[in-house]
C-alpha cells in the first residue's frame, strides 16, 4: 500500500509550521475571551485549511476565576469520542490491506459478538432478553446500526449495567463492553459502544495494542507527538481542567486519576492537543496526506466522509443520565447523515455549515468538522460536563456563525 512505504521507512514523521502563514481574526479572539470572561471555563478554537492553519486561539479562567489568560501551550484535552475518528481511520487503513470486509460478520473477529442478545425491557426486576435476529456486521458496528448502546443515552442498558455491576463505558474495562442490544442489527441507529469494539478488531487484526497501532501507523508520521490513551507526566502538566456544571451554573473541577487503563477504548479513551488533532484534519482536507506522509487513499477518505445511512433521527439523543450529558440534536429538525468518520449535515447547518459536512464531538464539549465545500476544518474546543449543555451549545453555535461569516467574507 502507498501509506506503507511511505511512512515505515525509518518511520519518518511530517514536519510542518503551519503557523507561518495563520491570520489573526480579532473578532474571534474577542469572542473566546467574551465567553470566558463570562462562565466558560476554556475555551479554544482553530481553523485549518489544507496549506496553514487560518487561525488559533484559546483562554482559559485565570486561577482565582475572574480573570482570562492563555491556555497553556499546547494545551493537553480529554479528546473522548472524538478518539472514533482515528479509531475509523485505523479500520480503514486494514480495509486497504484487505483485512477486513465490511460486511462481515463482526464474529469472524470478535467472537464475544457471535450470539447477541437483544434487551427488549424489564419485566419487574429482570431484564427481558431474546436472541437477535441476524449478526452484526463490520458496517453496521462502525455506522451505530449494530444495536450497541451507551447507558448515558439509552435507559434501559443504564438500568442493566447498574442492576449487573457493569462499568461504565469509558472505565478502560472490556467489561463494560459486554451489553446486550437494543434492537436488531441494520434496523435502526442508535449511538453507542460499536467503536469500542471497533478498537478490538484492530488489535486483533494487526497485533498490536491500539496505542502502538495508533502510534505507530497514524501518530507517527503525521507528527502528533502528544496524542495518547496513556497521559505522561509532560501531558499532565499541561492537561485542562475538566469542569462540571451543576444546575445553578456553578462550575466545579472533577478529579480525575491517570493510570494506564486495562483495555484502549477506541471510543473515547484519547487524550491530546488541538494542535495534534489539526494535523489529523489538515491530513484529510489533502484527501488523507500531509507532508509526504499518506495516511489513507484519497478514495477511502472520500468514503470516510461519505454518509451510509440517513434520517431526521440520527445523531438525536435523549440523555439517561444529565449530570452527564443533555439531550442531543446538532442539526435540530434536519435531516441528517452518519458517515465511517462521524455525523453528516445533508442540509445547510443553522450556523453556516456547508451541506456534507462531516463531523462529531467529544463528551467533554470538544467539536470539530471537516467543511470540505469550503475546504476547512474546524476544532472548539471545551473540558465541561455535562454534554451538550446549553452554555457550550451557545458557544459552539456562536463560534461556527462567526467562522463561517469570516470565511465567506476573506478568501482563504
Known amino acids: 500500500m502507498p501509506h506503507d512505504r511511505e511512512h515505515r521507512e525509518g518511520h519518518e514523521t511530517a514536519v510542518i509550521n503551519i503557523e507561518e502563514t495563520m491570520a489573526r481574526w480579532p473578532e474571534l479572539d474577542s469572542f473566546i475571551e467574551d465567553a470566558v470572561s463570562k462562565g466558560v471555563p476554556q475555551l479554544a478554537a482553530a481553523v485549518i485549511g489544507p496549506d496553514r492553519l487560518l487561525y488559533r486561539g484559546s483562554r482559559q479562567r485565570g486561577g482565582d476565576g475572574s480573570q482570562t489568560r492563555p491556555s497553556l501551550a499546547p494545551a493537553v484535552y480529554w479528546l473522548a469520542s472524538m478518539s472514533k475518528l482515528v479509531t475509523a481511520i485505523a479500520v480503514l487503513q486494514l480495509w486497504e490491506r484487505d483485512l477486513l470486509q465490511w460486511d462481515a460478520p463482526v464474529a469472524t ?29 463490520l458496517r453496521q458496528l462502525m455506522t451505530h446500526q449494530s444495536g450497541l448502546a451507551y447507558p448515558i443515552w439509552q435507559s434501559d442498558i443504564a438500568r442493566y449495567i447498574s442492576q449487573r455491576g457493569i462499568p461504565m463505558p469509558g472505565s478502560g474495562k472490556i467489561e463494560s463492553l459486554a451489553l446486550p442490544l437494543v434492537f436488531d442489527p441494520g434496523t435502526s441507529w442508535m449511538y453507542g459502544i460499536g467503536l469500542d469494539w471497533a478498537g478490538q478488531i484492530v488489535e486483533r487484526v494487526s497485533g498490536k495494542t491500539l ?8 501518530f507517527q508520521p503525521l507528527g502528533m507527538r502528544d496524542t495518547s490513551f496513556l497521559v505522561n507526566a509532560s501531558m499532565r502538566e499541561r492537561l485542562v481542567d475538566l469542569m462540571s456544571m451543576d444546575d445553578a451554573g456553578a462550575m466545579g473541577l472533577i478529579e480525575r486519576s491517570f493510570t494506564a487503563p486495562e483495555t484502549f477504548m477506541g471510543g473515547s479513551g484519547l487524550y491530546g492537543t488541538e494542535e ?49 450529558a443533555a439531550d442531543v440534536d446538532l442539526h435540530a429538525g434536519a435531516e441528517s447523515g452518519w458517515a465511517l468518520g462521524g455525523l453528516v449535515n445533508v442540509q445547510a447547518g443553522a450556523s453556516g455549515r456547508s451541506p456534507g459536512s462531516v463531523g462529531w464531538a467529544g463528551a467533554a464539549n470538544t467539536f470539530f468538522w471537516i467543511d470540505r465545500p469550503r475546504g476547512v476544518a474546524v476544532q472548539v474546543m471545551m473540558q465541561m460536563l455535562p454534554f451538550a449543555n446549553p452554555l457550550a451549545l451557545k458557544t459552539l453555535a456562536g463560534v461556527e456563525e462567526l467562522i463561517c461569516r469570516m470565511l465567506d467574507d476573506r478568501p482563504v
Open 109 to 137: 473477529w470478535l467472537p464475544e459478538l457471535a450470539s447477541p442478545s437483544v434487551l427488549e425491557g424489564f419485566r419487574g426486576q429482570n431484564p427481558v432478553l431474546r436472541p437477535a435476529a441476524s449478526p452484526i456486521t
Open 276 to 324: 495534534d488533532f489539526s494535523k489529523l484534519l489538515m491530513a484529510l482536507l489533502r484527501s488523507g496526506e500531509l507532508a509526504g506522509q499518506r495516511i489513507l487513499r484519497a478514495e477511502t477518505v472520500a468514503l470516510l466522509l461519505q454518509p451510509q445511512v440517513r434520517g431526521t433521527h440520527i445523531g438525536v439523543l435523549q440523555t439517561a443520565m444529565p449530570r452527564v
Open 211 to 218: 496505542e502502538a497501532y495508533f502510534q505507530e501507523e497514524i
